[in-house]
């Protein structure tokens, strides 16, 4: 069974960071384009930043500020988070999908997903 578990995230002043953790189960980050997302209340889930074959990219406004990683001796993507605003917070989510080439600007669409992690909460106080 296809799984993504998430870990990390909670309450933290503006201008701190964090770092979220999503380990996959029963396949492989290779052919996936992997993908963080988040959602506030009341909004739309928007792509945050993503990664397929080494290639990253960032919704404008994290750019400079929020780093996609993967560790595939660990099954592991990261997003660490830096000078965080209170804009930021909201629900974070991990996901993926089967990718045999770089989606361009598709990669942040979460229609393309189809597995998704449970969730986390990022709240940044003012």
């Known amino acids: 069974q296809v799984q993504l578990v998430q870990s990390g995230g909670g309450l933290v002043p503006a201008g701190g960071s964090l770092r979220l953790s ?5 396949y492989t980050y290779s052919g996936y384009c992997m993908a963080w997302f988040r959602q506030a209340p009341g909004r739309e889930r928007e792509g945050v930043a993503a990664t397929w074959g080494g290639a990253t990219t960032y919704a404008d406004s ?3 500020r929020f780093t996609i990683s993967q ?3 660990k099954n592991t993507l990261y ?8 804009e930021d917070t909201a629900m ?6 089967t990718c045999s080439r770089w989606l361009g600007s598709l990669i942040l ?4 997903y189809n597995i998704w992690g449970q969730g986390t909460q990022v709240t940044v106080s003012s």
């Open 79 to 86: 997003l660490q988070m830096n000078s965080l605003k209170p």
């Open 109 to 112: 669409s979460s229609y393309k």
């Open 92 to 97: 974070y989510y991990c996901a993926a999908t």
């Open 62 to 64: 994290v750019k400079g």
């Open 22 to 26: 999503c380990v996959a189960s029963g």
């Open 71 to 73: 560790d595939n001796a």
